[in-house]
């Protein structure tokens, strides 16, 4: 059985274009401030990429926080979605681009609600999973994250060390 998730899991990440890494970067290097948000477990993806971004010294946000400034002009939000059809996470992108930010979604199709909306998209290739829920999706979304984290790194040269800054010393 673990053989099983642990296959589908990596297929699905090979599956994952190429260009969304390219592109997402400079989406990323591009942005005053990058905002994330998702719905229950693709929240908590959001928020593991949050830290991240933080640690490669971007200013990051997680929507919903009490810290979470107002999004504005030259701001990215980062919506995380399988479904791409929550209401309350296509409020939140209404609300951005009101406010002129761009919108990339993270999602699973890249014709549903969610990216239609949304100025830039990474959709995830997750097929029929023999896990529960969206498991495959959130699962494969943090790996995307991860492996994006160090191709910006290597680009950028960010190195572990600057990395090492931004971590907390609060533990």
């Known amino acids: ?6 296959e589908e899991l990596v297929e699905t990440v090979k599956g994952i274009e190429e260009r969304y890494y390219r592109d997402t970067t400079s989406v990323l290097k591009r942005a005053c401030r990058i905002f994330t948000t998702g719905a229950g477990r693709s ?11 933080m640690h490669l010294g971007l200013e990051s946000y997680v929507v919903g926080e009490t810290i979470c400034p107002a999004i504005k002009k030259g701001d990215v939000l980062v919506a ?19 406010n002129k930010a761009k919108v990339l ?15 830039y998209q990474v959709v995830i290739p997750v097929k029929k999973s ?5 498991s495959l999706f959130e699962q494969s979304v943090f790996v995307f994250f991860e492996t994006l984290v160090e191709y910006y790194r290597q ?13 907390t010393n609060l533990e």
């Open 105 to 119: 979604c993270i999602t699973s199709k890249k014709d549903n609600p969610l990216a239609q909306v949304s100025d």
């Open 155 to 167: 680009k950028e040269k960010i190195t572990t060390s600057n990395m090492v800054e931004h971590h």
């Open 130 to 134: 023999i896990q529960f829920g969206n």
């Open 43 to 53: 929240g908590l993806i959001s928020r593991c990429f949050a830290m991240r971004l």
């Open 1 to 6: 059985m673990e053989n099983k998730i642990i």
């Open 80 to 98: 995380i979605s399988c479904s791409g059809d929550k209401t309350r996470l296509l409020e939140l992108v209404r609300a951005a681009k009101k």
